[in-house]
């Protein structure tokens, strides 16, 4: 099945600063990358996603990239705020499967 | 508004007690699907169902039961098998389970056995 894998589990970073998080996925036949933010104590929410035929899609502050090559896609966060501190996952849906997560800190 | 709503929000179990978990959503959605989540841990796929009258176990379905009589209901039963039951609970909804769609979450049970 799929395996996926998310990197950083912990990241913390100063508010301003960016924040980079990266998922790396096996099953070659994934053709939709979504990234979700969940708060403490909520369910996730999806917040970007991008489909197999573009490399990159942004929305104010958030990025997706995706390298097919590579199997990998990544969340870029811009100009950190407090806010953004929450836990963040990865999955590519094909296969019903969810990275581990990241805590992404910001600290003020 | 459209949404997927999961009731009670908290919920606590004696030792041997079956209990069940509500999920319904109103966004005509056709795939739903049940994860458990352990503190500090990721989301782990109990139970998906694609269709009405249809579900397939996912990678912890043991000590778990669902139905799906309804498109809308997708309610999760934590039976006195499931030796480990203390998580928090999501359900989630998407149009498919095909390769293009995302989900959408409820706000989660957290279930506590005392």
């Known amino acids: 099945g799929e395996n996926v894998e998310q990197h950083p589990s912990t990241l913390s970073v100063q508010e301003g600063d960016s924040a980079v998080i990266k998922c790396t996925y096996s099953?070659?036949?994934?053709?939709?990358f979504p990234w979700y933010k969940q708060e403490l104590g909520k369910g996730p929410q999806l917040i970007i996603d991008i489909r197999s035929n573009v490399g990159e899609k942004k929305d104010q502050r958030i990025a997706v990239t995706l390298n097919k090559t590579a199997k990998h896609f990544s969340l870029h966060i811009t100009e950190t705020q407090p806010e953004d501190s929450a836990v963040y996952f990865c999955a590519p849906p094909q296969k019903l499967v969810f990275g581990q997560g990241t805590r992404l800190t910001i600290n003020p | 508004d459209g949404g997927i709503t999961q009731s009670p929000k908290y919920l606590f179990r004696k030792e041997g007690q079956n209990v069940t978990l509500s999920c319904e959503q109103n966004l005509n959605h056709d795939a739903m699907y049940w994860y458990r989540q352990d503190p500090g841990q990721g989301l782990r796929l109990i139970y998906y169902?694609?269709?009405?009258?249809?579900?397939q176990k996912g990678d912890i379905a043991e000590g778990y039961s669902v139905s799906r009589e309804k498109k809308e209901s997708f309610p999760l039963t934590v039976t006195s098998a499931q030796k480990n039951p203390t998580a928090f609970y999501l359900c989630a909804s998407s149009t498919g389970t095909g390769a293009h769609y995302g989900y959408t979450f409820g706000s989660g049970t957290r279930l506590t056995v005392v």
């Open positions: 169902s694609q269709i009405v009258n249809d579900f």
């Open positions: 099953d070659s036949a994934s053709n939709y």
